[in-house]
């Protein structure tokens, strides 16, 4: 019986191709997304719990301008919404919530990609003022912003570590209602494999063609 090992081969020189490419990837391939939005990027129901950002340990819910505070905070696009720490009377209107600061956590995974080229970049703005941008703890460089009406812009070039990160935006309430904005873009690249994994990739193709030729001889 014959055994064509063609197709075999073909698919073994793709994975070498594959694995020496320079492959990119979106902020969604590695989990970060924008403030209120679920899983599809879709732009979540008002008073939807945000599964993607955390307070803490304590959840963040979606709210659109009206339920934050209604014709001053920036209304919602296709894009993002409004999170904030309780929706309904608490947080509506006139509602106040506790002064003090609030961090807003996001996770995503780096698995696979390099982290010396990793770059994330972004727009943000809170209620009342975004006071840092932190990368798994470390502060970058970032200038308080207080207009809630509009974005300020950041970017993160460094302090990635390989597998989970963490981005996380310090909040502070000076009174009434509070609420944090963003919207994130950004780009990976896939590791390199090391060197071994070439050479361990074109020995089992040595092998196969060894075992082809022995079999046509045959």
């Keep these: 019986m014959k055994t064509h090992l063609r197709p075999v081969i073909g698919a073994a020189l793709l994975a070498v191709a594959a694995l020496g490419s320079d492959a990119m990837a979106s902020v969604l ?3 970060l997304y924008d403030t209120g939005v679920d899983n599809s990027d879709v732009v979540l129901a008002n008073g939807t719990t945000d599964a993607h950002y955390l307070l803490g340990s304590s959840p963040t ?5 009206a339920e934050g505070y209604g014709g001053v905070w920036m209304a919602p696009s296709a894009n993002s919404s409004w999170i904030t720490p309780l929706v309904g009377p608490g947080n509506t209107g006139s509602g106040t919530t506790a002064i003090g600061d609030y961090t807003y956590s996001t996770t995503f995974d780096l698995t696979g990609y390099e982290t010396g080229s990793a770059v994330i970049s972004g727009l943000v703005s ?3 003022s975004v006071t840092s941008v932190l ?3 470390n ?5 308080a912003h207080s207009d809630y009406s509009s974005f ?3 970017t993160v070039s460094s302090g990635f570590v390989a ?3 963490t981005l996380s935006f310090v909040v502070n309430n000076s009174g009434g209602p509070t609420g944090l904005r963003a919207e994130l873009d950004g780009s990976f690249t896939a590791a390199v494999p090391e060197p071994e994994t070439y050479a361990m ?6 092998v196969l063609g060894f075992v082809g030729r022995r079999r046509k001889a045959g």
Excluded: C, M, T
């Excluded at 502060?139 to 200038?143: E, T, V, Y």
């Excluded at 990739?201 to 040595?206: S, V």
């Design 61 to 65: 819910y979606a709210v659109d301008d």
């Design 139 to 143: 502060a970058i460089s970032f200038s």
């Design 126 to 128: 809170a209620d009342n």
């Design 163 to 165: 597998g989970l990160n």
């Design 152 to 154: 300020a812009s950041f």
């Design 29 to 31: 391939a590695v989990g």
């Design 135 to 137: 990368i798994n703890g």
């Design 201 to 206: 990739l074109l020995a089992g193709l040595g």
